[in-house]
């Protein structure tokens, strides 16, 4: 399937990105049933999507990039969203997710991602406007509902309670239906005093 849309997304360090790849490969492991993450997919949460256009993402991507900096992250729930009917998921599937907490450096990060990428978030991806924005960390999408028992089971074993770590870079991809071409990435700056 081709790629239809784009995102920006925060990326975390590598310790983190690492522990929440051992639930991705937990849940292969044990056989669940839901769409696997392209090789090319880091762990993320998304500030921003709009589907495909003509014009350059990069510009207001990099500009975003200078008004970022990293900042810490936990990662305390997991959730589910029931219902994604309008990004055609099928009725039997669901999004498992890990839930970070809400913090005013993660929220401003999207406030400001708002601000500078206009015309993002419309239409089919309006729920990434800020008002309607719930912050995830995608470990199934496609998630058939008979196994869900067992996913949760995955991540239970995978992950001994919150897990912490650093967003510390922005990346920009395309992405389809099982596939992502990943555009440009930056490391964010260190918080000053650091």
């Not at 993402?57 to 500009?63: E, G, V």
Request: charged share 20%.
């Amino acid at each position: 399937m081709p790629l239809t849309a784009t995102s920006v997304e925060l990326i975390f360090d590598p310790e983190l990105t690492e522990t929440i790849r051992n639930v991705w490969n937990g849940l292969t492991f044990a056989n669940i049933r839901y769409q696997h993450h392209p090789v090319q997919a880091l762990p993320h949460l998304s500030l921003a999507i709009r589907d495909l256009s003509g014009d350059d993402p990069k510009p207001p991507f990099l500009a975003l990039a200078k008004r970022l900096i990293q900042f810490p992250i936990r990662f305390d729930a997991t959730g589910m969203f029931l219902s994604a009917r309008g990004l055609n998921y099928p009725d039997d599937t669901v999004v498992l997710f890990l839930s970070p907490k809400p913090s005013e450096a993660l929220l401003q990060a999207h406030r400001v991602a708002s601000d500078v990428l206009h015309g993002w978030n419309e239409g089919r991806w309006s729920h990434y406007r800020p008002e309607r924005w719930v912050p995830h960390c995608t470990l199934a999408e496609h998630l058939v509902k008979g196994h869900i028992s067992a996913a949760l089971n995955v991540v239970l074993d995978r992950l001994s309670g919150p897990v912490s770590g650093s967003v510390c870079g922005l990346r920009l991809i395309s992405f389809g239906a099982g596939e992502l071409e990943e555009l440009i990435s930056q490391t964010l700056a260190a918080p000053p005093g650091s």
